[in-house]
């Protein structure tokens, strides 16, 4: 579950290469780069992109310039990306939607593999499992008996059809058999509000949720991964409750916001894509998961 976390970063690049014909290495970047998000702003994604901006600038000499565009469950960003020239100057920041929704659908026309360049794996951010303050359900195992005592109600939110904390969440349901509605919203910023005023009892998502649970509008009921976040030490781990379901700078950066991080080379992160692609869609189409 710690790799559906995963923030992917990928090139514009539809050769094998991420400089474009008129573009020479030597000179790049010769202009501000952008860095699409295909999710609205204040999400996990959203987060990686922005702790990496300040960083990547002074080290390019460039202006980073943040493009968040969310909706059609990341396909309005990703396919900016992909229809921008390969010339290194337009990146996306991804999560795990970006390997499953040509398998959701038809309409994505594009191939994670083929299609684009893998550029580094950012950083890892475990899975929260959160309620509204006000919903009755102090632990896991309560939130688990209240779904169980009240089959299909379980109303449950995610940031987007394929995202990771919609796979997450989806693993979580379909491990204990649990029934319930799936909403999708566009991106972890609507989708945090929407648990916060109650109109899903439940949420996956990551370190962009942390604040909300600190001042005490959502309560953390498990987190993924092999430790407890530092942020919320007093929140078990799935693993702990029985339930198996780089630069300094940016690192600290990432470990303040609840993140792991990682980075890697493009073939690294290419490998990566091979690998995971499969067994996403195995929860995909285990889950019957739909696009928007």
Not at 22 to 28: H, K, L, T, V
Request: glycine share 10%; net charge positive; hydrophobic share 45%.
């Amino acid at each position: 579950m710690n790799m559906l976390a995963a923030r992917l970063l990928t090139a514009a690049c539809l050769a094998a290469a991420i400089w474009g014909g008129q573009a020479r290495a030597e000179d790049y970047p010769a202009r501000p780069i952008r860095i699409v998000v295909p999710y609205a702003a204040g999400g996990g994604s959203d987060i990686s992109a922005r702790v990496l901006q300040n960083r990547m600038g002074e080290l390019l000499k460039q202006q980073l310039i943040i493009d968040n565009r969310g909706g059609g469950g990341t396909l309005i960003g990703t396919r900016m990306v992909a229809a921008a020239p390969p010339d290194g100057y337009t990146l996306g920041v991804m999560d795990p939607a970006f390997l499953v929704n040509p398998s959701l659908s038809a309409d994505a026309k594009y191939d994670p593999i083929k299609d684009f360049v893998a550029v580094s794996l950012i950083s890892v951010t475990p899975m929260i499992l959160v309620v509204p303050e006000a919903f009755p359900a102090k632990t896991l195992k309560e939130l688990v008996d209240y779904a169980r005592a009240n089959p299909g109600k379980l109303d449950y939110g995610s940031p987007g059809s394929g995202s990771a904390g919609h796979l997450a969440i989806e693993q979580f349901r379909s491990a204990f058999e649990l029934r319930g509605t799936h909403v999708p919203y566009k991106g972890s910023g609507p989708a945090m509000t929407a648990v916060v005023g109650g109109e899903v009892k439940a949420l996956m998502a990551g370190s962009a949720l942390i604040p909300m649970v600190l001042d005490g509008r959502l309560r953390a009921l498990a987190v993924t991964g092999g430790k407890r976040l530092a942020n919320l030490p007093s929140v078990p781990t799935f693993a702990e409750l029985g339930y198996p379901v780089q630069t300094p700078e940016v690192k600290v950066l990432l470990e303040q916001r609840g993140q792991l991080p990682v980075g890697s080379s493009a073939e690294d992160l290419a490998a990566f894509f091979r690998t995971n692609l499969v067994s996403l869609v195995k929860v995909v189409h285990e889950a019957s998961i739909k696009a928007e």
